[in-house]
């Protein structure tokens, strides 16, 4: 493809003939690629009776809404489905997602060095199957020691030849399922990378003047004069149109935002695009030093004239990249049939994008020297596009550069409480590495923050007591709750972007009807941890925590009916709330009464189980620490006291009856989110026969304006 040679050569001066001579090396190649088939492996997920069932999920199991779950629920998705029906007829043909970036596997021994990894993902499978490490395919490993860039090319072909025969030419797979042969087709959906990546897969650049590619030759940029960099002003056009961000002039760019978001280019207007475009692969390297020390010299003088403006440096940058387009290469996944009328071709990774804001948002808090972007630069260029006047730099009396501090300039006492909270924060098992131990007080800097770690940071950052609630100088306090505005509205950006909305719930499926007391009944499987601890209770405990078992108990219902019943004949002008807790208080006695009564007459209507209800729980019950279910772990107050994570918070959602005041006879019933503390873990023991476990909690007060939560103006 590039016309290089695959075996190593060199080249020495012959001092007899006066020439030049060149040899190979007996079989030693120049690059290796290591290259894993992949029709077998896709043969074999059909290979086992379970996987292959899980192969047509998308298809058969799939919750068909407008809420986007899989990636099967989105346009991309579906408008591919429309164009190619006769590969969407087939629910077990195979959808995959490619994803490639570079990474370091010598860590600190070799800094220059990266290797590229190439995986496929197969979206046949569910969500919380198809992105796990077991179902991920690698395909490709293209080592080091440099970046391949744009070459990649050369290095997908292999790939790209059997995706291609893949759609073209069917496999015929065995399906252990349905057991029975098929035609097994595969295509390739999109591929996924961080930003630089982006241009190495899609043939875009993402430098210079127009790498925004959904911008594309309408993309709005500045060059920098102090920073040297490109400036890309034009993000309020992706907003609604009714935003407030797109009037606020002072706070952006000092213009109001009233154009509309621009189109991303089609497959076809991509292709007429790369008509032009004449790519020649592979990286011709210079022997002669002289060379290079003249092209870096030439390099800076362009790089000089382009700030100057030069005509001639303008004139040049115009045959090499016209205005019209930022391409440098026709990718080959223009070579697969469908790759044109692909709704979309790249993605790009979240994850990636989040942690980078983060650091920029950390560095520029803390005032973290080499992370910052507020600097002498920075307020300098602010100076030149006559923007912010207040953050302009000024001269004090000893005629030294004075930034004047802005509404996140944290003080050194500011900066030392925020890294103490974050060296003493807890957090969920699993939900984040140990944050802790990325702190550094004294120095009062954070380092060394994974992707996950910045995407948690991201919303303790939006609290208003960290970031812009504090003393600021006059003018600034508008720019400081739009600072807090923004800061919100990117947390929230990222949350939406990245949560899943059926992300499992604790105690989702079996939920308590009432809360009181201080108890949730808890009767999901699991399995509790540590040996139990038996004690003894006080009476009244035990009677609370029986009767939140009656009350949650689908068998006790009909008597629960029948003695609110026997309660309004007995007080006929009695008001609901009262009878309501007339019925809290003496309903297992009188659950009590009446199940020895059915006993006495043999009704048919008791069963063994309501007979050991009625009887009571012994009041010697037994202690567990922490219990584990659904994947969920909780612990006690009392366990996770010298741990750095927690996970004794408990959330339910109940059904309550609600009053509106002392006199209304129709309470409304409604669900309502309670929020505790786990304390104890507690197992009721009907003497041998039946038994029930519970949490007691702590409640956070929810209905209690004073005592409860209050939501802010960004909700």
């Known amino acids: 493809m590039c016309g290089v040679s695959r075996l190593k050569t060199t080249e020495w001066y012959s001092k007899d003939q006066g020439t030049h001579s060149s040899s190979r090396y007996p079989k030693v190649p120049a690059k290796i690629l290591r290259h894993f088939p992949l029709k077998p492996r896709l043969q074999r997920l059909y290979m086992s009776t379970k996987m292959a069932s899980f192969m047509t999920w998308h298809h058969d199991n799939r919750t068909k809404d407008d809420i986007l779950r899989h990636p099967a629920d989105s346009a991309a998705w579906q408008t591919f489905d429309y164009i190619h029906q006769w590969f969407s007829s087939e629910p077990r043909n195979i959808r995959l997602g490619l994803g490639s970036d570079g990474f370091n596997p010598f860590r600190t021994m070799s800094i220059a060095h990266s290797t590229w990894p190439v995986v496929l993902i197969p979206y046949n499978l569910p969500p919380w199957m198809c992105m796990k490490q077991p179902y991920i395919m690698m395909s490709l490993i293209i080592p080091g020691p440099s970046s391949s860039g744009n070459d990649i090319d050369v290095y997908l072909q292999p790939l790209v030849e059997e995706l291609k025969e893949l759609w073209e030419t069917c496999l015929q797979t065995y399906d252990a399922s349905k057991k029975e042969n098929f035609q097994m087709h595969a295509a390739l959906l999109w591929t996924i990378s961080d930003f630089p990546a982006y241009a190495n897969l899609s043939g875009w650049s993402t430098k210079g003047k127009l790498a925004c590619p959904s911008c594309s030759k309408d993309t709005c940029s500045l060059r920098l004069k102090h920073g040297r960099k490109f400036c890309y002003m034009s993000h309020r056009r992706f907003l609604e149109e009714n935003h407030k961000f797109r009037f606020e002039k002072f706070a952006f760019d000092g213009t109001v935002e009233k154009r509309s978001a621009s189109i991303p280019l089609s497959g076809t207007q991509v292709l007429h695009q790369l008509q032009s475009i004449n790519t020649t692969f592979g990286k011709k390297k210079d022997t002669d030093p002289k060379k290079k020390s003249t092209r870096r010299k030439k390099s800076g003088t362009e790089e000089n004239t382009l700030d100057q403006g030069s005509s001639n440096s303008a004139s040049k940058k115009k045959e090499k990249h016209p205005k019209e387009h930022n391409w440098k290469k026709k990718t080959i996944f223009f070579s697969l049939p469908y790759w044109e009328t692909l709704l979309l071709r790249h993605n790009l990774d979240v994850m990636h994008i989040e942690k980078n804001v983060c650091d920029s948002v950390i560095g520029t808090l803390l005032n973290i020297e080499g992370k910052t972007k507020d600097t002498v630069k920075a307020r300098l260029d602010l100076q030149e596009m006559k923007l912010r006047r207040t953050l302009h730099p000024m001269n004090n009396e000893r005629n ?144 609370q925590a029986h009767r939140y078992v009656l009350f949650n108990c689908p068998v006790v219902e009909p008597f629960i009916e029948e003695h609110l019943k026997h309660i309004q004949t007995q007080h006929p002008r009695v008001r609901p709330r009262v009878i309501e807790n007339i019925h809290n208080k003496k309903f297992p006695t009188w659950f009590r009464t009446h199940v020895q009564e059915l006993h006495r007459s043999r009704s048919e209507q008791l069963s063994e189980k309501l007979r050991w209800l009625a009887g009571g729980p012994s009041t010697v019950v037994a202690k567990y620490k922490g219990f584990i279910s659904k994947g969920f772990g909780f612990n006690t107050k009392s366990r996770e006291r010298l741990r750095k994570t927690q996970n004794s918070g408990v959330v339910v959602t109940a059904s309550t009856r609600s009053f509106s005041s002392s006199m209304d006879r129709h309470p409304m019933a409604g669900d309502v989110s309670y929020y505790g503390v786990l304390t104890d873990i507690l197992e009721l023991n009907y003497y041998g026969r039946l038994k029930a476990l519970l949490f007691k909690c702590d409640w956070f007060d929810v209905l209690t304006p004073d005592r409860g939560m209050k939501i802010d103006e960004f909700g």
Do not use: W
């Open 400 to 543: 030294k550069t004075y930034l004047p501090p802005a509404c996140f300039t944290m003080s050194p006492k500011e900066k030392e409480v925020l890294c103490n909270i974050l060296k003493d924060i807890k957090v969920p098992d699993g939900y984040s590495s140990n944050i802790s131990r990325r702190v550094n007080v004294r120095e009062r800097k954070l380092s060394g923050l994974k992707s996950h770690d910045c995407h948690v940071l991201m919303y303790l950052l939006t609290l208003k007591s960290y970031v812009c609630n504090r003393s600021r100088p006059e003018g600034s306090i508008a720019e400081g709750y739009l600072a807090e505005e923004c800061m919100t509205f990117c947390s929230r950006y990222f949350e939406g972007v990245e949560s899943k909305l059926n992300r499992p719930v604790r105690n989702d499926e079996d939920i308590p009807s009432e809360i009181e007391e201080g108890f949730a009944i808890f009767s999901v499987a699991g399995r509790p941890i540590g040996n139990a601890k038996t004690c003894a209770l006080d009476q009244l405990i035990v009677d």
